[in-house]
């Protein structure tokens, strides 16, 4: 391929990208500096070749292993409720293909994140590598138990939705910090919880649809 072929790949990528961050504003999100992430990070490099053409509709798409890349639209709308504590240490539970993990690597000092199927989470670590992001640990393993010898975290997201809050989760949260976590089975809702110095706060937010957080595989 020629450099400028490549160029005009790179700007096609560009502007169909800025035609979903605008679309994502016309919906609600506000947050600029989410925005401007969302408006860097290509999606199309997070899905397999012949899903690529549709990266930039606001939906969420396969991954394989039965998985899902997010709706963009719920990846911005979490990310601006995570970030409203300005937090430097994030934990995320669920990589999938490391989409959410690249657009929280831009906001935030340092990211660790957790996945369960081993495939994936070395398909992350290899798509933020492509795109040079350093501030990142991903291991593969059960996002129940959080990362104890990491903890406590600024923030938590969890990307796959619970039947509950997982109480181990809740101890690795530092004082002040917050957590954004899908909560249900069939009927599912966005819950925020933030320790607060007199015991954890919790608030019930939109309706969303994830995919399960299953038990942890045994090694
Ligand atoms: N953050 C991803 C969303 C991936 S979908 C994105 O940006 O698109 C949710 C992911 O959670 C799946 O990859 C699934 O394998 C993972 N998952 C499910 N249960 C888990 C668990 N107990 N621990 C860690 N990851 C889990």
New binding site residues.
């Given amino acids: 391929m020629t450099a400028r072929n490549q160029q005009g790949i790179g700007m096609t990528s560009q502007r169909t990208r800025d035609r979903l961050v605008a679309r994502l504003a016309e919906r609600g999100i506000t947050d600029h500096a989410v925005l401007g992430q969302m408006a860097k990070i290509p999606r199309h490099l ?1 899905i397999d070749e012949a899903l690529a053409h549709r990266a930039y509709e606001d939906t ?1 798409l396969p ?1 394989g ?6 709706q963009p639209f719920v ?1 911005a709308a979490m990310t601006a409720l995570l970030l409203a504590r300005q937090p430097a240490k994030v934990l ?10 690249a ?1 929280l690597a831009g906001l935030c000092r340092e990211v660790w ?5 081993p495939a ?1 989470a070395r398909r992350a670590e290899q798509n933020l590598r492509e795109l040079k992001i350093r501030n990142v640990r991903i291991k593969a ?4 138990e959080g990362w104890p010898d990491r903890a406590p975290f600024d923030a938590i997201i969890v ?2 939705a619970a039947p509950q809050v997982p109480p181990r989760l809740l101890e690795q949260l530092a004082p002040g910090a917050r957590m954004v976590i899908p909560v249900g089975g069939a009927a599912q809702s966005l819950w925020v919880i933030d320790n607060e110095p007199d015991g954890l706060v919790q608030t019930e937010h939109d309706a969303v649809r ?7 595989v045994s090694a």
């Fill in positions: 997070f969420a991954i292993l039965g998985q899902t890349i997010s990846v995320e539970i669920g990589s999938g293909c490391g989409y959410q993990t657009i994140s957790i996945e369960r199927i994936l393993g059960d996002g129940y990307t796959a994830f995919v399960p957080l299953l038990p942890g």
